[in-house]
């Protein structure tokens, strides 16, 4: 079936880090992949999206690299804010043969924290 | 466009009591989402709605909830009777049917079964 998983949080990071989340998905043929994030008490927001293969998403300083090889769509930004504290969830989108689908599965999130 | 809008926002209630949460999908989407987000179970699809017709509800828990969209513009999730272990947060996310598009979500209505 199609899963995502992410690594557990909580990320707690000093302003100004590196950092990176791992997502890691099961699916079959070419799903689409999405970063969400959610600040407190809000909804979701996409982040960033790749739709296929090698692509790059980026936004906000943030990007992923959409890898079939690992099957994998790591969260990474040069230089964390503390703004940029909230839960990033790891999305996929599966394919599907049969007609057009936007369904979203979604990691269980990763809480990041970071500090002044 | 003021976005995807649920109400109430917060709604306390009582075990046994019926429970009625409502959406509003951004105007001309034509797919709609219904999500529950738990600390145990992160964040599960309940259902979605594809031209306002039921595609997959395999994520609802059990008979006691029930979703329904009579028209492209409203949606709402019921829970008859309510459990305390309902207790959850509830997303309605909206989208354009088409691959490789993103939802919008609304943001959440806090239920609390006491």
Redo the contacts between chains.
Sequence with gaps: GNSVTQMEGPVTLSEEAFLTINCTYTATGYP?L?W?VQYP??????LL?A?KADDKGSNKGFEATYRKETTSFHLEKGSVQVSDSAVY?CAL?P?NYGG??????????TLLAVQP | DAGVIQSPRHEVTEMGQEVTLRCKPISGHNSLFWYRQTMMRGLELLIYFNNNVPIDDSGMPEDRFSAKMPNASFSTLKIQPSEPRDSAVYFCASSFLQLNTEAFFGQGTRLTVV
């Design positions: 689409s999405f969400y008490g809000e909804g979701l927001q996409l999206k739709t969830f989108s394919m057009a689908t936007n369904k979203l599965i979604f990691g269980t999130g």
